[in-house]
């Protein structure tokens, strides 16, 4: 069963690929980190990156690795994130959630993790001014201009 949003996504993915698009790449926050995830996972075509933002699900992203290969998946948390690491924690029993402790993958991580609590501290919102989260997305554009 693929959640509708994911469905939609998974085409707006393959869309967008078929129309000729590079690069497609995913920013996604919250609770629409499990929304990217099962996108790429179901979507026709590859997606270049993911930037997970406070991710509202589990932190064993293995089912993605293969759908995932090859893409840059960046995974941005806080510990002190209190909506991740309280609210969702008892809201959606996420016992150790992909936002508040970042991915601990089976078999090893398919991404890179940065801990973004020094520069937002608890804050659930700013990830979006986060320097950390500007950074990884400037790395993974120079990263493409030397291909």
Known sequence: HVPTAARYLAEAIDAVSEAGALYVDL????LGV?????GARN???????????????????SKYRDQLRGASVNVFFSPR????AGLYRIWFGFGGAL???GEKTKGGNIGVQYDCSPEIGGSHVDYRRCSIVTQAMRNEAERRRKL
């Open 81 to 84: 994130d209190w909506i991740v």
């Open 43 to 61: 979507a026709k075509h590859p997606v270049s990156a993911i930037f997970a933002k406070a991710g509202a699900c589990g932190r064993d992203l």
């Open 99 to 101: 936002g508040a402790y």
């Open 27 to 30: 920013d996604a926050h919250s």
């Open 34 to 38: 499990p929304i990217a995830l099962e």
